[in-house]
């Protein structure tokens, strides 16, 4: 799986847009890039996560450079309770085998919200 | 709907000790999977369940052993706890279809000490 280099910490203030970034620059053509995150003494919660085009859902949206080699994370209007671990995860979608399911969570990046 | 559920919420144990932690979903995902969290070293999986009736090791898979009867409950046993297992324990699940199993639904753990 591809490595992913992300800064770790961020601030944003509240209600403003919060913009996550992750590099992958070792990233195959068959890998997605997913993002979780983790509040405070719960476990981690999906995002989102795509291939080559931009993807949005109701929580955030996901921009991937055209290269692919990097991504953002955005969370358009930051609240307090968007303050969490986030984690960028480089995965490919093959099945089967002993990589199957294995999310490799690196360090993250710790995003605090303030008022 | 509950989704994913753990139990105990925690336990302290003492050494030697046999425990299970339980894990259930409702989901009918066909992916089950066992991570522990550790201060600096993050998430790191321990088995993972691909269907019910088969099961993998992860990355730190000495000292522990689950079982798949059914679909929704994949219990971890420590068959003779050591200090060393003292962490967060979480327990998550997935759909298997394409890159859905990479969306994974985490519980709300179980903090294990062992004494």
């Known amino acids: 799986d591809a490595k992913t280099t992300q800064p770790t910490s961020m601030d944003c203030a509240e209600g403003r847009a919060a913009n996550l970034p992750c590099n992958h620059s070792?990233?195959?053509?068959?890998?997605?890039v997913y993002w979780y995150r983790q509040i405070h003494s719960q476990g981690p919660q999906y995002i989102i996560h795509?291939?080559?085009n931009n993807e949005t859902n109701e929580m955030a949206s996901l921009i991937i450079t055209e290269d692919r080699k990097s991504s953002t994370l955005i969370l358009p209007h930051a609240t307090l309770r968007d303050t969490a671990v986030y984690y960028c995860?480089?995965?490919?979608?093959?099945?089967?085998?002993?990589?199957?399911?294995?999310?490799?969570f690196g360090q993250g990046t710790i995003l605090t919200v303030h008022p | 709907i509950a989704g994913i559920t753990q139990a105990p919420t925690s336990q302290i144990l003492a050494a030697g000790r046999r425990m299970t932690l339980r894990c259930t979903q409702d989901m009918r995902h066909n992916a089950m999977y066992w991570y522990r969290q550790d201060l600096g070293l993050g998430l790191r999986l321990i088995h993972y369940s691909n269907t019910a009736g088969t099961t993998g090791k992860g990355e730190v898979p000495d000292g522990y052993s689950v079982s798949r009867a059914n679909t929704d409950d994949f219990p971890l046993t420590l068959a003779s706890a050591v200090p060393s297992q003292t962490s967060v324990y979480f327990c998550?699940?997935?759909?298997?279809?394409?890159?859905?199993?990479?969306?994974?639904?985490f519980g709300p753990g179980t903090r294990l000490t062992v004494l």
């Open positions: 998550a699940s997935s759909d298997s279809g394409a890159a859905r199993y990479n969306e994974q639904f």
């Open positions: 795509g291939l080559k």
């Open positions: 070792t990233i195959s053509g068959n890998e997605y």
């Open positions: 995860i480089v995965r490919s979608t093959r099945a089967g085998g002993t990589s199957y399911g294995k999310l490799t």
